[in-house]
């Protein structure tokens, strides 16, 4: 089994920064994609930003600019770098790591969220 921890989350002021931390564990032979998701009450959970293992991104147009992801391969580690929050990042962001278990199937882990908060 895997386990995806994130922490980091917290109570910031609008334009303030925060760093998030998502580490994976477990039976995990290669994790190819970890990425950040987010939810915002009374809607679906959406993409923030993933990287895969060769460090190639996809980040979200409402967050470019403003947050970097980054991970480190060798501790199964990803992290997202939040800078200038606004009230519109308040959310429950969660982790998501894609983890290899054969040549043909990959499995995704679910973390069990950080709640940031932007006050105005």
């Known amino acids: 089994q895997v386990h995806v921890v994130e922490s980091g989350g917290g109570l910031v002021q609008a334009g303030g920064s925060l760093r998030l931390s998502c580490a994976a564990s477990g039976s995990i032979s290669v994790i190819n994609v970890m990425g950040w998701y987010r939810q915002i009450p009374g809607k679906q959970r959406e993409l923030v930003a993933t990287?895969?293992?060769?460090?190639?991104?996809n980040v979200a147009d409402s967050v470019k600019g403003r947050f970097t992801i980054s991970r480190d391969n060798a501790k199964n580690t990803v992290y997202l770098q939040m800078n200038n929050l606004t009230p519109e990042d308040t959310a429950v962001y969660y982790c998501?790591?894609?983890?290899?278990?054969?040549?043909?199937?990959?499995?995704?882990?679910w973390g069990q969220g950080t709640q940031v908060t932007v006050s105005s």
């Open positions: 990287i895969t293992r060769d460090d190639r991104t």
């Open positions: 998501n790591a894609r983890v290899v278990v054969t040549q043909l199937i990959q499995n995704n882990y």
